[in-house]
């Protein structure tokens, strides 16, 4: 099973994107490419894909139908120069500093109210109906790819703090309200709902 840490190692860039049944997308890096093999899986703005073609500063993926409709990549589109949150796959022995994370996106939050905070960046998100009774204040999230702490929780609403080492080294300095951010739950989170609901009904 692949899996992944939400710490952004490096920003990319969409260099192409072609249509063929499904989407292929090149993405520029500042990864080693040498030492990223094909078929690597990396998270892209927190969605695993595959390597399927590679240069020195640059790699290619597929991206399924499936994939683009359950992501924002179908909600705001990949054009060419849209910045990317890239992380590689965690490796046996690496350091685990944020959450565990899977690199398959539950749905599409949306960015309902930004501002400034001190030196932070307040965000509201409005989720998912499905999807907001598994964020809780506290508690991990994965948006973009970016392993991130939730402050508080109202109905489908929650809001994150983003600090500015964050904004710096990821994407979210680029954030503006009404963007499509890519949602990921927390594991654990999924868990425990379940076993909460198994027990309710006296399984």
Same mark, same amino acid.
């Given at each position: 099973?692949?899996?992944?840490?939400?710490?952004?190692?490096?920003?990319?860039?969409?260099?192409?994107?072609?249509?063929?049944?499904?989407?292929?997308?090149?993405?520029?890096?500042?990864?080693?490419?040498?030492?990223?093999?094909?078929?690597?899986? %990396?998270?892209?703005?927190?969605?695993?894909?595959?390597?399927?073609?590679?240069?020195?500063?640059?790699? &290619?993926?597929?991206?399924?139908?499936? +994939?683009?409709?359950?992501?924002?990549?179908?909600?705001?589109?990949?054009?060419?120069?849209?910045?990317?949150?890239?992380?590689?796959?965690?490796?046996?022995?690496?350091?685990?500093?944020?959450?565990? %994370?899977?690199?398959?996106? &539950?749905?599409?939050?949306?960015?309902?109210g930004a501002r400034d905070e001190g030196g932070s960046?307040?965000?509201?998100?409005?989720?998912?109906?499905?999807?907001?009774?598994?964020?809780?204040?506290?508690?991990?999230?994965?948006?973009?790819?970016t392993s991130l702490t939730v402050n508080e929780v109202?109905?489908?609403?929650?809001?994150?703090?983003?600090?500015?080492?964050?904004?710096?080294?990821? +994407?979210w300095g680029d954030a503006q309200e009404g963007d499509? %951010?890519?949602?990921?739950?927390?594991?654990?989170?999924?868990?425990?709902?379940?076993?909460?609901?198994?027990?309710?009904?006296?399984?």
């Amino acid at each position: 099973m692949t899996m992944f840490t939400g710490i952004i190692t490096d920003i990319g860039t969409v260099r192409a994107v072609e249509m063929r049944g499904d989407m292929r997308a090149r993405i520029g890096c500042g990864y080693d490419m040498a030492g990223v093999e094909m078929g690597a899986s %990396v998270a892209c703005d927190g969605v695993c894909l595959t390597v399927v073609a590679k240069g020195d500063d640059w790699f &290619d993926v597929d991206i399924s139908a499936e +994939t683009i409709s359950k992501s924002n990549i179908g909600a705001n589109g990949w054009s060419v120069g849209r910045r990317l949150n890239l992380e590689r796959a965690l490796k046996v022995g690496d350091e685990l500093g944020g959450h565990i %994370v899977s690199g398959h996106v &539950d749905g599409v939050a949306r960015i309902v109210g930004a501002r400034d905070e001190g030196g932070s960046l307040r965000l509201t998100f409005e989720a998912p109906p499905g999807l907001a009774r598994f964020i809780a204040p506290k508690g991990s999230v994965a948006l973009n790819g970016t392993s991130l702490t939730v402050n508080e929780v109202d109905g489908t609403r929650f809001g994150i703090n983003l600090i500015p080492h964050t904004q710096q080294v990821t +994407t979210w300095g680029d954030a503006q309200e009404g963007d499509a %951010v890519n949602l990921e739950i927390d594991t654990l989170a999924r868990y425990v709902a379940r076993l909460a609901e198994a027990g309710a009904a006296g399984i």
